[in-house]
């Protein structure tokens, strides 16, 4: 599991429609945003599957140390086979999924309560909502797309979004991106694929070439990779200029 930093970014979250609570196991730091509070419900289904994650970790201990996709048998829990199935897709470690695979399980436990629902787990959210919803990026304190630009959410479906970075977080990251923000269907897919392609920029050069990589991928909706003062973006994704 990753060490646990400081989530200051929180305060700049907004859904005024939505009643906010947070779930705290371990390392797993959960804000939600629902239609009511559901903390009990959530944090119930976060140590149910912070248990069988951990479970199956001391089973096969590849699984938390591998940088590369393994096998992950049918007998293991759904979390875990949802994050191999993630990291095989995008060839990465099965605990690059680790966030989004939790926020999947959490909504599918939630979703029945609260219709509207936005769950962010270290920076990396799943939206589920009738109406639109505005994503703020963030590609650190030097950078000048920092909360200027967002990606506009269409309502009526369900989004996983995720990003990885070579300079913030405590994430492991083999590339230098300032930020790269990918949009799924999945969040579980979202995560792993954040990880792969932020791993492939080491240099300006390889921003459009990930790009040309992200578009061949038919899973995800979007990508927006930023590296110093470049801006690359990718996909059927809607880009506004926050103020």
């Known amino acids: 599991m990753h060490r646990y930093v400081e989530r200051w970014y929180r305060k700049y979250m907004q ?7 947070s779930v705290k196991v371990k ?22 599957e912070r248990r069988n994650l951990e479970a199956y970790i001391r089973y096969d201990p590849r699984f938390a140390e591998s940088l590369t996709p393994i096998p992950v048998p049918s007998f293991a829990p ?26 999947e399980a959490i909504a599918e436990e939630l979703l029945p309560f609260s219709p509207e629902l936005i769950i962010e787990n270290g920076g990396d959210l ?32 369900s989004w996983g979004v995720a990003t990885s970075s070579g300079k913030v977080g405590p994430s492991l990251s083999f590339g230098h991106a300032d930020a790269v923000v990918v ?11 954040a990880t792969s392609l932020a791993n492939r920029v080491r240099k300006r050069e390889d921003v459009a070439s990930v790009l040309r990589l992200a578009r061949r991928i038919t899973s ?18 809607e880009l506004e200029k926050l103020t």
Do not use: H
């Open 15 to 21: 859904a005024g429609d939505l009643v906010s609570f």
């Open 27 to 48: 390392e797993s730091d959960l804000f939600i945003f629902a239609e009511k509070d559901l903390k009990k419900e959530a944090e119930a289904c976060l140590l149910r």
């Open 78 to 103: 759904r979390i875990c086979r949802r994050m191999g199935w993630a990291a095989q897709e995008a060839g990465v470690g099965p605990m690059a999924a680790v966030a989004g695979a939790i926020n």
């Open 126 to 157: 799943l939206v589920t909502s009738s109406r639109d919803r505005l994503v703020a990026v963030y590609a650190g304190e030097d950078s000048p797309f920092s909360f200027r630009i967002g990606i506009r959410l269409r309502g009526g479906s």
């Open 220 to 237: 995800l909706e979007g990508v927006v990779v930023i590296f110093e003062d470049l801006l690359g973006v990718e996909g059927n994704i």
């Open 183 to 193: 949009v799924a269907k999945s969040a579980a897919l979202a995560d792993a694929w």
